[in-house]
């Protein structure tokens, strides 16, 4: 699990950031938030300079072996071999051993009065070996449980499915190449094929998720939480408790949008595919979705466009007719973020950052961005394909990039995301801003449609709305799994409990316990905790507006675009800056003014689309009857 280094989504990096998030509610409500109770004795009543010493020494320890086991798995995940993989787990072994240690020695200083910036320092410090997961006590597990989580996410890295017949006899395909295929093929045949086949490449990694599990949650009792989630859910400056009620509040928030975009879809697609679509109880065949995981649907915009409003560009087609190459997508990126008034990126991340997928090797294709020594020499790795989607994952990922640079001389224990919601929304609020009127500035587009917007908000809505559930339900299952309600003996069944009830689909073939449906998503194999999605999802779109409203926007919220406004930019690196220096509401309110995440500007943004989709599904049952329900 190369989790403990800094990038995201590995959590590596991140967890020693991220734990440090939650940290900081703590400072604000230390009885009410889950503070982990273990003491460790040490002779002599320890004094405040003893804690600023200790404070010092540990920041430069972990600065050192995050930045080794960052380089490790940097390596790991461009050559994936069996050497690799063990270097990385090796170094991971002593980034976990040693972030425990210290979190557990933190406890020491508990009932000293310090100033505030390091009492967080100090709750951060016990939250950042949380994710993955906190070493167990015994070092004969936590080199297990480093050489297990490592080995995880290589096999998902490595997975390919060979098919003997059909269209594809005698290829072997990764996974770029069938989420390629699914987007746009609308034979349910091969779909159902594709889908089935990715789902081969996780039933072998059963036995170990389970075992890593065991000895994480062994971990998090170690350091005073009832398991595992719940150290997890600890990072959010509130209780543990409380984060779950609020992620519960932001569901019921979007959750109609939701339904009237599941109802709309769904007719749409029986029109196409006829009943077989939709199973009896009104869910939607997985494998239809243009995704292999149906969490994003807008490759399947061309089958549910309005009528007469098809989409008037696909920005698929404007990357191609200019000959953009993978760099170029990137350039474009950059280019948003410095005509804002960021720096533009290093050299070096233009040296060492993998943009293509390399012909001769197996990488971990999953898009990721690093921040290898802590401080400038940040990367990006991914297998960039010149279409939409990357597009926008491109931006993606320069929102952790920018977000990394933003921090750079933050202490060491305040370098992340105010909470890690936060850091994988940040790119996502640039990537709103695609807007015509900015592909049209930037030279892609040669004319603004002058058309309804309704195909432009479908078409949003596919890959932001749809996405809402499956943001959620990935770590609702994974808690429950931690906390043992789930057992290893119902993964499966458990899984599409949860995939029913949230998202309202089915899977196209029947499925059983010989399978581990959930390892053929990236996050569950490499540990990555999955809620940060579902925040960003809604945090994004208010920190758009919020950036539009600096940028004297008035208009419609989705048209809006602060392509070159300074202001907004300005803004944004306010709160950028600030790393997790201080608990996310404070972070939240430098740019927004806000305190709470709220679904609100999201609601706003769809609007329009909701009254249209609503119209749509007028006569039409709205909603599924899941089995669990
Ligand atoms: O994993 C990612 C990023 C890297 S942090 C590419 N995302 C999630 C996913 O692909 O499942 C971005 C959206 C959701
Ligand atoms: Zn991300």
Redesign the pocket.
Known sequence: MRKAVRF??LVPAIMLLIPVIFGSLMSAQTSSVATPSQTTAQPGTPTVAEAEEFIHQAETRLNDLTGKASRAAWVQSNFITDDTEQMAADANEVLIGATTELAKQATRYDHLKLSDELTRKMLLLKLSAAVPAPAPNDPKELAEMARIGTSLEADYGKGKYCPKTGKHAGECLDITAIERIMASSTDPEELKDLWVGWHTISPPMRKRYARWVELGNKGAKDMGFSDLGAMWRAGYDMTPDQFSADVERLWQQVKPLYDSLHAYVRAKLIEKYGPTAVDANGMIRADLLGNP?A?EWGNIFPLVAPPQQKEPYDVTDLLKAKNVDAIGMVKYGEGFFTSMGFAPLPKTFWERSLFVKPRDRDVVC????WDIDNFDDLRLKMCIQVRGEDFV?VH??LG?NFYQRAYEKQPFLFKGGANDGFH?AIGDTIALAITPEYLNKVGLLATIPQTDDTGYLLRMALDKVA?LPF?LLIDQWRWKVFSGQIKPADYNKAWWEMREKYQGIAPPVARSEADFDPGA???VPAN?P?TR?FLARILQFQFYRAMCREAGFSGPLYRCSFYGNKAAGTKLNAMLEMGQSKPWPDALYVLTGERQTDAGAMMEYFAPLKQWLDEQNKGKQVGWKSSSQ
């Open positions: 995201f989504p995981w969490q999953h898009a990721s961005a994952t993606h990922e952790h994988e996405f943001g998503k990236y996050h990555v999955y999605y």
